[in-house]
C-alpha cells in the first residue's frame, strides 16, 4: 500500500490506526486488538506489549513493544506530528482526550472509514482465504447433518459443528455459531440454547470459518422430518427469493435494487412483513464489513466484492427460515462459494 499517497489525499502528516480490524488487515499481525498502526512519511509501524513479542517479529511492519500501556503516548511522540490522522468510528474519547492533553500544540483530524473502504476489494490472497474458510464450511455442513435429529439439544449440535471446523484448520469462530430449532428459528441470530429439536420442525444453522484472519459466512435451513406445508411453503419462497438476487450479483448492481429483488418475491408471496433485516453484507478479516446489500444501502458492487445473499422469513412464534450464501463479484458476474445444497433436506 502506497502509505505516501494515502497521507496526501487525507491532508495528513500521520494516521493512527487503532480499530483491531485495520491493525490485522494492514500488518497481519494476529491479534489486532492489542497492536495499534501508526503510519507516517517513513512508514508504517506496530505498537504491541510483551505477550506479543514473537508475533510482532512475524509480521509486515517494524514493531516497538511497549512495556507500561502509560508509556503509550511517550512511545507515540516520535510518531505524532502536524495533522495526526485517528479512526473516528472506534477510538475512545478517553484515548482521544489523553492525546490532546499530551500533544496540545498537534492537530487531531477524524477520518471515517479508510480501511473500511479499501478492504471491500479483495486481493487474489484474501479471496483464496474466503474461498478455502467457505470449503471448510460446507464440510462442515455435510459433516453435521447426521447429528441433527430429535431428541438432541441445539447446543449439542453447534458444538459438533465447531469441534469439525476447528479440528479441520478453522483459526476459530467467525461469529456465534446459530442452531436454532422450531420456534426459536424465528429468531434471526438466535444462537444455540439447551432447546430439543423435535420432529416436524425447521432448524436453521448460520456458522463461519477463519483462514489466515479470513471469515466465510453460511446459511442453511433444514427440516427435521415432514414439515407442515406452511413451512414447506416458507423454505420454498425464501430460496426463490435466495435464488433471484443471487443470480443477479455483478459489478455496477446496487445494494438496493439486489435487496429488493428479493424483499419483492417475499412480499408477493405474502412475507415481505416478515424479511426483517438487509439481504446481505460483505466479509473480509471482520464478518460484517462493506459493501451492505439493504434497503438503505447506497453501495454499488465492484468486481472482488465478496458478498452474502441472506433472504429470510421469520414469524414470531411459528417458526423461521434463511438461506445464506457466499459469493465473490467477478468481472462478468459472480462466483458462488457456498456449494452446500439448497433443496429442503428432510432429516
Ligand atoms: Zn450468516
Ligand atoms: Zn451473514
Redo the contacts with the bound molecule.
Sequence with gaps: MDFNALLDELELDVLFVSNPHNVRYLSGFTEGKDAKVVITRAGASLITDGRYLVEASQQRFPYRILLKRSEMNSLLSEFFQGRVGIEADHLSVATLEGFKKDFPTLEFVSTYGVFERLRRRKTPEEIAWIRKAAQLADQGFEHILPFIKPGVQEIEVALELEFFLRKNGSEGLA?ST?VASGERSAMPHGGASPRIIQPGELVTL???CVIRGYCS???RTVAVGKVSDELRSIYHAVLEAQTLALEAVGPGKRGQELDALARNHLTQRGYGEYFTHGLGHGVGVF?HEGPSLSQASEDTLEADNIV?I?PGVYIPQVAGCRI?DLALVTDTGHEVFSKSPKHLIEL
Excluded: H, L, S, V
Design positions: 461469529f446459530t448460520d456458522f463461519g459466512d453460511m446459511t464478518i452474502t441472506e445464506e
